[in-house]
């Protein structure tokens, strides 16, 4: 909104000339963290009271692993307050004309609700494993991704319609191939879902999955300043799409919530975001992969959630259901460091090392091509 | 396009309603001589309880035309002309489980012509009343029945029957769409809670009136006087296993053979798989000559009894299944029974059944032992003595006996066939099935998951005093849930061979130790596909593992069981090798200074998996006598893991606990050589701890009756939510 009215403003009178600082992009993405930061941090402690007072405590799954002591009754659905802040945030600093920041806001808002129906859905049956069907979550997911898909691929989207089904592979400064209308929804709608659930199985620990997601989601701003510059996207040989310089402040927004959350939610969390914020940060991290045609470079970006819900899914469908015994010694990865006998605090902040490792790998992949 | 829909839904209304005109017309022309449809049928146990209900139709309204509809080749088509009725034949397929979607087509095909083929009868002859025993030959009847009724406002009265304690599949499905489902016993109307009647089991006639005043002579055979008569039998075609339980039972009964006398109907059955008359005969052949010179006199065997109810009126004792035809007799007999319920039917209702009769006092029961025969097949197998010496005991107490027999009768409804028609016709109101239920104690049926639940709970709150009646109602009911689980153990599916290894454990089924040994020394590998992805052996690595963690609850170390631990230790699977390491601790009483089991802990010490370094360093603690175990675990103290080291430890203070090393020199400078750091520890959050206090010392003060009740605070948590 302010983005408007600086617009407005500057178009009245030279007096208001200061006013075009809200045409940088760089401006109002630092603009757009500072106030999510700033309003996450001043809504939490009244935030969490409240979840106090309503009793919308986290609901423990029985795993049999006993790791979890002494965390019953911690409050939940967190990811209200992030997915509030960045909003908010967004609505004052962004360019609400853009479909790039619809179509996140839109993912964000469709995932969150999927996460926020099965956080009450536990709440009300008083158990963890009482949720959502793992199928209907599926089914929700699909549902997101096939629409998003035909979005993405139909002659309303934002992106070139040439440039819509090619897929880009870090390290190559060619398009590896095209994909094709067909094949490319499938591929989005795999990528979605798997990307979703990948950052949903790696909330697992306190503050375990809010840090890799804002490391992700900070390196995807980046590579949409550069994609939405057509100087730097030049330089760097890669295509160029207008507007996308918008999902920079989309980025911004949720980092900074992100970092807000994570002031409460780290060891020993006072909140946790629940599937209401581990669904709507996937929903946002893989709408924006594809809305920047940056789908192949997820596994390295966000390595640490491919790690995860391969360990968790190999172990679960092959291993325990399938074969009859463990593959590895315990999953998901934070739960076989945990066995290792490391303490929380130390794996939490070993995989934010290395999710920050991958970050920087990804970043250096706008160059090393 | 619009014209043809149009057209299309003239023509189905055009249709629907010569329908609705033809079967209201039809009913009009029939209204002086009503058709009663009977259906039902598959095997004989649906067909005879409807003869029952078809005397009783035909002794009130003599005028009423009855047509029987079942399947060709069933036992109706055998049965029901001899009995002088119409039998017409639809088409039907036994409905086989979802899994396999070919066959469930077919199902659903061959059941809708059928059904189609049913109303084009209904047509014909439109029924006042459809009458049904279940079973899946009569699915396409109910149906056409429910269609016509539903759909074409055709009045025309659907009843079933269930014969079982468990309903079978058929009346389960349509019961909610019929007027009234008539069940056999009490605990069934929670399958029906609208509209269920207890009728009982209809028996004819024939079964319990007369026939006692004819004498023993004009059977085939004499009985000694003063003998007490057993009568033991497995239903037309023979039950292998009640026939091989007889002939291993003679032996004990030998001794006895002055008391009492034996009467084997050996069963009709004569396939490749199994020929009654030959096996038994071959078994009797394998007997002591001493035995054998004596058989007629204390035994008689025959294939099949057309005369039944004379044999029943000469017996004091019967042994047999406890299908619900046949408890019916015994019960309308008023005779003792011992129930041998044949396993692996649909809802156990055979079990439930025995437990009925059981629980009413009339019979015991005596559960199959499903094993491995001769041949490696698997089999089920009753243990000839311990027939034989049950049969002795309620045989040579007369007391028992009568009781029994009182029981059995009172456990009879005499007018089953009378209450069906009478609650058909609307001249007795059915009592609320929800009000009956009410008064009757129905035992809750739990799943194998919910009852591993339960156990595991209860082992969980208190290990050392455990047992499993602190969760299950009593010694009947622990019987049948171990029955249940030793068959869960030979399940093809190693889901729930798992579910089945940890449920012997908790329901601490001793007899299945040798089996669970098995279980983990079984060295036969899956298909290479499977090995691909990392299984290795039939009874997979959680199998293996929960058998050992069964053994440790079960606290039974013998020399099988010491055989399979020592290859546990050896598995391929770290788990397996850990949980043997802790079996080896929790016997460590048994197996303290014995030199093979030191000898394999210090092994396992170099083992790849820290877990299991881990719990052998334990292990060697809880059984080391020597300086050997403790150099051992003075090795550790530098080991990567901490858990290791805090094992290791671990094994120390167990060392110095039991005496066997005490502080010296090298002790200490042993412990020196420990790291101390470690990377995880246990968080501490005092307000929780007093929190708990508060919680605690509440409990306490209410177990001790010192304040209000329990229910104040549940209340309290209610109003929190």
Redesign the interface.
Known sequence: MLYWLGNILMSLSDIFSFCRLVNYITFRAIMAALTAVILVLICSKPYIMFLHRR?ILDQQRNTGLGLA??KSDTPTMGGILIIGGAFFSLFLWGNLSSSFLWSVVFATTWFGALGFIDDLKKLRK?SGDKGLSEKTKLIAQAAFAVGFACYVTSSLSPLHPREATLLYVPFLKTPLLDLGHGFYTIFIILFVMFVTNAVNITDGLDGLAIMPSIFTISVLGVFAYVLGNKIYSAYLYYPYIPGSGELAIVAAALGGAGLGFLWYNTY?AQIFMGDTGSLALGGAISTMCVLLKQEMLFPILGGLFVAEALSSQIQDK??????????F?RAPLHHAL?Y????EP?VVVRLWIVSGILALIALATLKIR | MTTFLVGVIITIFFVFGAIWFLVNKRMAIFRKNPIVILSGGGTGGHVYPLLAILEEIKRRHPNYRIIYIGKAGKAEDHIIPKEGLQLIHTWAHPFEGIRNPAKLILCLVITAFGTLRCMIYFLKFPPLWVISTGGYVSAPTILAAIVFKGLFRAPIGIFLHEQNTIPGRVNLLFGKWVDRVFVSFEQTLAFFPENGVVSGYPVRQSIYCGEKKDSPTSLPFSVPSGRKVVFIFGGSQGARTINRAVVEALPYLFPYRHKIFIIHGRGLSKTEVYDAQRDTEARIARLDEEIRRELPNFYYAQDYFYNIQRIYAISDLVVARSGAGTISEIAAMGKPSILIPKSGLPGDHQVMNARAMKQAGAAYVLYENTTHDEGGNLTERIDGQVLAQMILRIIQDSVLLSTMSLCAKSFFRRNASKIIIDVIEGKAVPLDPKKVLASVETPPIWTNGRLLRSLQAAYAKNSSAYTPLEVLKDEDELEYFRYRVGRLLYDPN??IR?IGVKLVGYLLHRDKIPHLAKMIEDRTP?PWW?RL????YKE????RRNALTSIRILGVFDTTVERAVQKALEDP?Y?VRAEACRVIAHFSDMLAGKEIWLKKLLERLKDP???VVAEAAVAIGRIGIDNRALEALFSLGTHH???VREAALRGILSMLERHVICPSIELYRGLQGFILT????V?H?PI?NTYSAILALCEERIRRRQCPSITDREKLFEE??
């Open positions: 009793r002591l002494g008083r020993p092959i291993g325990v259901k399938f074969i009859g015994k463990r593959l010694t945990q290792r006998g490391l303490a130390k | 190693w889901e798992n899956v499977q992805l990392g299984g290795d997979v690595g959680f199998i699977y788990e998996s820290f877990e893991f901490w858990q470690s990377t995880d520890f968080p959050f929780r929190n939510n």
